[in-house]
């Protein structure tokens, strides 16, 4: 068993989970295999029930099949255990349902009336145009009570008011303190350990601020294009699908004052704040802090892949942006004149997602002045595709002929190798744990989602006063020459560069 996650106050919570969505990608490739391992880990309570809904028309010996057939594709061989996969499999049941009417909603009651006495936890694993609708349907059909609490996944809404307008019809039948967003990078193992690196260690928690860092770069790169789903992302963009959600989050943990303590909202409270204090673009800022790109044609390992206006059924006309880059800086005691260097893109070289913390140089060097560039220590924090973190130190190098001359080498806790015996446990297994448990510290308050559209908002309505089209880059490549020009207009280069 995993000791990693398994503690006494992680033992198992019984519940019934009703998930919408049962056959959908992100249930087939992500929550199954969760839930599998959670089970696997002695984390699911016996009586715990999984109800799949979706509106195609199964049985539950049928569904059963489909979620044998996904986790054998997405779990190793090595960890698909018999004795584990028939138990898992007993737990589940399926109806067909079709979510945007009433009608049939009542069979949900029906299948509670077994373990009335169980929370219902609600999976919504579907469009945000259908939270509404369902919510109200379970509602009326009686399926819910006063310790039923819902899981939704962002991005939610388009913009500010489509967002509200999510959230009320959400919070028209669910308090906010029974109401789960779940952003997935929150559950990552080094996004937890940077919370502990930062409080718990003086090391750091002393350097902490604009006297000791001198800029911070957060990069999100994906080899892939947009994977089929270009009705979605024409409409939404890089930056609505990636920087409102995840970047800005990830911003949060990085600049958010101490807590009070671990409890959901002292910790929501405090990434609030951070988001208060983003600094809004004025249109002279906006041209020279922020480039946007589209990929063209180009080279994905050895492979031609092509732009982004020639994927099937693109619109040839768009201007979407597949690329962002920005200096943004968070405007607060601790922040103050302290960069924040953010970009995320698609077909780029590698999928990468890393937190770099530069800290200042000392203020008087006395080493070799070709080596100037070196002296300064940088905490890397490596999301995907290898979790770990890395803090570079210069020491001498090695030789009787090499002087005082510097090398930069790292002092590393890669998560694989530190822990060759643990299995580094998915986002969604942590996520989905807490559900079970009904902790809310790894998940978004609404007004978190709020303030992340405001400033998003405004960027946006800059943007289309600006009227410039999207840079091009090739796939393959870092992004437009633009942002590398950004950053190195303040004697800075992005992190792979060095």
């Known amino acids: 068993m995993n000791a990693a996650m398994r503690s006494s106050e992680e033992s198992a919570s019984a519940i019934d989970l009703a998930l919408f969505g049962a056959l959908g990608d992100l249930s087939q490739r992500k929550l199954y295999p969760a839930l599998y391992h959670l089970d696997r880990e002695g984390l699911l ?11 195609q028309p199964l049985d539950a010996a049928a569904f059963r099949k489909e979620v044998e057939a996904a986790l054998a594709t997405h779990v190793k061989a090595a960890e698909l255990e018999r004795a584990t996969l028939a138990r898992f499999l007993a737990r589940l049941d399926y109806r067909q349902l079709d979510f945007t009417t009433e009608e049939g909603f009542a069979a949900i009651r029906e299948w509670r009336q077994e373990g009335a006495e169980r929370p219902l936890v609600v999976y919504l694993a579907v469009g945000a145009n259908l ?24 991005p939610i809404g388009y913009d500010l008011d489509s967002s509200a307008e999510i959230n009320d019809a959400i919070g028209g039948v669910f308090p906010e303190s029974r109401i789960y967003r779940i952003d997935h990078y929150l559950g990552k193992e080094t996004v937890q350990n940077l919370i502990a690196l930062r409080f718990a260690n003086p090391l750091f928690g002393t350097q902490w601020n604009q006297n000791h860092i001198s800029h911070v770069e957060i990069t999100v ?32 943990l990085i600049a958010m004052d101490p807590p009070a303590n671990l409890d959901a909202d002292a910790i929501r409270d405090e990434k609030v704040k951070v988001l208060k204090a983003l600094k809004p673009f004025s249109e002279a800022s906006l041209g020279r802090d922020v480039v946007r790109g589209q990929y063209i044609a180009g080279t994905i390992d050895g492979a031609s892949v092509p732009g ?24 607060n005691w601790r922040w103050a004149g302290v960069p924040f260097y953010i970009r995320t893109g698609k077909r780029l070289p590698e999928k990468l997602s890393q937190i770099v913390i530069h ?5 008087h060097y006395i080493f070799d002045p070709d080596q100037r560039n070196l002296a300064a220590n940088k905490l890397v924090i490596r999301l995907q595709p290898d979790e770990g973190i890395a803090l570079e130190v210069l020491t001498k190098d090695s030789g009787l002929d090499k002087g005082m001359r510097l090398r930069r080498g790292p002092l590393h806790l890669d998560f694989n190798s530190a822990f060759p015996k643990t299995r580094i446990p998915d986002a969604y297994e942590r996520l989905l744990l807490e559900v079970i448990k009904g902790r809310q510290y790894l998940f978004v308050r609404r007004d978190e989602v709020e303030h992340a559209w405001r400033w998003c908002d405004g960027l946006i309505e800059a943007w289309h006063d600006l009227g410039e089209a999207p840079r091009r880059y090739p796939a393959g490549s870092w992004g437009p020459v633009a942002s590398i020009a950004m950053i190195t207009q303040d004697g800075r280069s992005w992190y792979e560069d060095y």
């Open 359 to 363: 800290f200042r140089q000392q203020p």
């Open 45 to 55: 309570d016996d009586d715990m029930r999984v109800l799949g809904l979706a509106r």
């Open 221 to 252: 790169a994906e080899k892939v294009g947009i994977e089929g789903r270009w009705g979605y992302f024409d409409e939404a963009g890089q930056l609505r699908d990636m920087v409102q959600n995840h970047l800005l989050q990830l911003v949060c």
């Open 308 to 331: 982004y206006l020639e994927e099937e059924g693109a619109n040839r006309r768009s201007d979407t942006e597949t690329f962002v880059a920005m200096k943004t800086e968070v405007a």
């Open 131 to 154: 939270y509404g609708d369902i919510c109200r349907h379970l509602e009326a059909s009686g399926s819910l009570d006063e310790a039923s609490r819902v899981v939704v996944e962002k």
